[in-house]
């Protein structure tokens, strides 16, 4: 468990006048413990992030001039199992997630296709890029900051059926 000082400016400034006005050196142990009363320095947990984000990638992939589409996996390391994970917001679009649990690891996976397989379930939005999910029914976001490109995928229409 983190904490930090969270500093009172008024306080810090009553401080400093008391000291100031009196230059008396035995007084200072009373002022110090003035300040401390005060509230000058506030313990406060910091904030504790639900999940670590191992790793973001994305890859395109094109099956031809009017089939295309990205696919996002993030890779993400959690000890609590109560966080449900909804949709991932890559490049402006809402992606609904699917969810893999490979050795320990949690992998969501979203697809957007573009062109004739364009889906109806991506929604359009002005965000950045972030993963929504919910721990204990309160429904969380955390932003994705970096993405590592894959090389794009090229399909062939056999390809498909192997």
Known sequence: MKFYVKINVYSIKIFWQIICLNNNMKNYITY?????????????????????????????????????????????????PKITFESIIFNNFKLPVSIE??????????????????????????????IIYNVDKVKKSIFIERFKRKKMKYYTSTSLYN
């Open 32 to 80: 110090i413990t003035f300040f401390v009363l005060t509230g000058c320095a506030v313990l406060e947990k910091s904030e504790i992030k639900d999940f670590r984000i191992k790793e973001a990638t994305y890859q395109y992939w094109m099956l031809n001039e009017d089939e295309r589409g990205v696919e996002i996996q993030v890779f993400i390391k959690t000890s609590n």
């Open 101 to 130: 649990k490979p050795n320990g690891l949690i992998i969501l996976k979203a697809h957007h296709a573009m062109g004739r397989l364009s889906s109806k379930f991506n929604k359009r939005v002005e965000s950045e890029n972030q």
